[in-house]
């Protein structure tokens, strides 16, 4: 039995070095979205702490402000813990290997690992796994720090346009005052080519934001801007476009809305929110009422937009459009603590943190599988 406690602590220690280094490499190198528990537990301890924090602020901005901190928090957290699993899970391997008690091998662990160099071993096998410890100190912080240019580049596309579109929505943004302001300023016919460029920001923020999901929770300069928000407002000036007002079929208003409603959807999926996959209206209901489409084609009826005669076939087909986008939308809104905005935010309800540990059943559970 005695022979088989220092095997055991060897197995628990390799196992531990080889999960911290596929949490740091499905993070900062694997060009795929991938879920890490040790990133969710990170995250969500953080999430916590913050949210508690947040229930002493009276006000909008000043929350913002507050959640302002929280990704980059997150991220710096991350190495921490990596080097803290490492040292642990290397300690344990060193003791195993008889290398002496407690804190000597922590000593040895920590000085590989910082590359602080006052403890040596002279045993091969011993200072083999030194150096190897020290390659992985230094691998984790050159990652962090060109994984760090890649997520703030990704940013910075995304907010580009986010921030145009204040010119052509508002701020808050809106479906309404998007498809005023081009049928003002552009005309209506323009609206084709913003349509693409949207389809294109969508699946720029689909391929970002599941391999770099902290992009997720980086919040816009100004408080009252948020990438959430301005997505359902495309998505529903879109809807409103194909549905209701009279201008020719347009092919790209349809291709932007599939555009945002995958993105909004496997963006959910990787946070686990449920949301229905192929929605069908009635079935499934929309979070906008009759009588705020009805107003808001009022008022752009009197703007002057051409409106279709059948308002019950309009509010037909707007729905069954929303539907595709409708839950993943509000509660990625809550997800995010996003600003106000009409017919998304301003209905979301509180996100409720999952468990820190999730099963596969959970999750399968959680995606409506």
């Not at 190897?132 to 691998?139: D, F, H, K, R, Y």
Request: some cysteine; proline content about 6%; glycine content about 4%.
């Amino acid at each position: 039995m005695e022979n088989l406690v220092p095997t055991l602590v060897l197995i628990a220690g390799i196992i531990t070095v080889i999960l911290t280094l596929f949490s740091a490499l499905s993070t900062f190198v694997l060009p795929r979205s991938a879920r890490s528990q040790l990133n969710r537990i990170v995250f969500g301890l953080l999430r916590r702490i913050f949210n508690f924090i947040i229930h002493f602020a009276k006000t909008y901005p000043r929350r913002d402000a507050i959640m302002a901190y929280y990704a980059p928090i997150g991220l710096m957290l991350l190495l921490p813990s990596w080097y803290l699993l490492i040292l642990i899970g290397y300690a344990a391997i060193y003791w195993a290997l008889s290398v002496g008690d407690l804190f000597a091998v922590f000593r040895l662990s920590g000085s590989s690992l910082f590359t602080l160099g006052f403890d040596i071993s002279k045993t091969p096998l011993v200072t083999l796994l030194a150096f190897s410890e020290a390659m992985i100190g230094l691998l984790l912080v050159g990652l962090l720090i060109a994984y760090l240019p890649t997520m703030y580049a990704a940013f910075s596309r995304r907010e580009q346009v986010v921030n145009m579109l204040e010119v052509r929505a508002g701020s808050p943004p809106s479906a309404l005052e998007m498809l005023l302001r081009f049928n003002r300023i552009h005309g209506l016919e323009k609206l084709s080519s913003y349509w693409s460029v949207w389809e294109a920001w969508f699946a720029d923020v689909e391929e970002s934001h599941t391999t770099l999901p902290a992009l997720i929770f980086f919040r816009s300069p100004r408080p009252e801007n948020s990438w959430v928000t301005a997505a359902g407002s495309v998505l529903d000036a879109a809807a409103i476009t194909l549905s209701a007002v009279e201008i020719p079929y347009e092919a790209s208003a349809a291709l932007c809305i599939r555009a945002g409603y995958l993105t909004l959807r496997r963006i959910a999926n990787y946070f686990d929110i449920p949301n229905p996959q192929d929605p069908h209206f009635p079935e499934n209901p929309i979070c906008v009422d009759r009588e705020e489409f009805e107003d808001v084609l009022n008022q752009l009826a009197i703007a002057g937009l051409p409106i279709k005669a059948d308002r019950e076939q309009a509010w037909r087909e707007f729905a069954g459009w929303r539907v595709n986008y409708d839950r993943a939308l509000i509660l990625t809104c809550g997800l995010v603590m996003a600003p106000y905005a009409a017919w998304s935010s301003d209905r979301a309800p509180q996100f409720k943190l999952p468990p820190l540990f999730i099963l596969k059943k959970q999750r399968l559970l959680a995606e409506g599988k």
